[in-house]
Nanobody, 120 residues
Framework: VQLQASGGGLVQAGGSLRLSCAAS????????MGWFRQAPGKEREFVAA????????SYADPVKGRFTISRDNAKNTVYLQMNSLKPEDTAVYYC??????????????WGQGTLVTVSS
């Protein structure tokens, strides 16, 4: 399984970005997907996750109401729409594939990360 994240960049506070994560393989729709981030000097943290069908998204408190996770199983791709970005959202964002239909703490596969920088 290979995961390729893209869409990061430099944006001003209040702006928007959409991250994409394309997955290889034929079993994408059988697994939950997640987004995580790691800011400089901090541990990696959970951002959002979505179940196999896309019907049940979940979010970390700091991004609720601003970020939206979605997926297109026909394209083997998961997205993270980020609105109202804040400087504290600056981080490397990683997508990950879960180990089952629904999100859990188990994410066996990870992408390479894409850098999001939010300027004040």
């Amino acid at each position: 399984v290979q995961l390729q994240a893209s869409g990061g960049g430099l944006v001003q506070a209040g702006g928007s970005l959409r991250l994409s994560c394309a997955a290889s393989g034929r079993t994408f729709s059988n697994y939950a997907m997640g987004w995580f981030r790691q800011a400089p000097g901090k541990e990696r943290e959970f951002v959002a996750a979505i179940n196999w069908s896309g019907s049940t998204p979940s979010y970390a408190d700091p991004v609720k109401g601003r970020f939206t996770i979605s997926r297109d199983n026909a394209k083997n791709t998961v997205y993270l729409q980020m609105n109202s970005l804040k400087p504290e959202d600056t981080a490397v964002y990683y997508c990950a594939r879960g180990g089952s239909l629904y999100p859990s703490t188990n994410y066996p596969y990870w992408g390479q990360g894409t850098l999001v920088t939010v300027s004040s």
